[in-house]
């Protein structure tokens, strides 16, 4: 029986260009049960040892998620997919 990770890297990019990185103890099955109810919430709330942020999810552009949530599927999810971005593309 393999091992599931207990806890999950969320990185939050704002309309800013602020960002923001929370590790959550959930493991990544955990997560992605909760992630489309979380994102239409106005206000995500992370409890840390030494203070409470607080984020208006309005103004969150981009959600980036480790491990990856390999386990959605539907309209709108493209599985197998690769970043190409202006940095690497002349890499291949």
Known sequence: MQSQDSSIQVNFLFRDGHAESFKLPISSQEFQQQLETLLAK??????????????????????????????????????????????????R
């Not at 409470?52 to 999810?77: C, D, F, H, R, Y």
């Open 42 to 91: 106005p206000w995500l709330i992370f409890h840390l040892r030494d203070q409470t942020v607080v984020i208006n999810t309005a103004q969150i552009m981009k959600v980036e998620i480790k491990p990856p949530l390999s386990q959605l599927e539907g309209e709108g999810i493209f599985a197998n997919s690769e970043r190409v971005t202006a940095l690497n593309r002349g890499s």
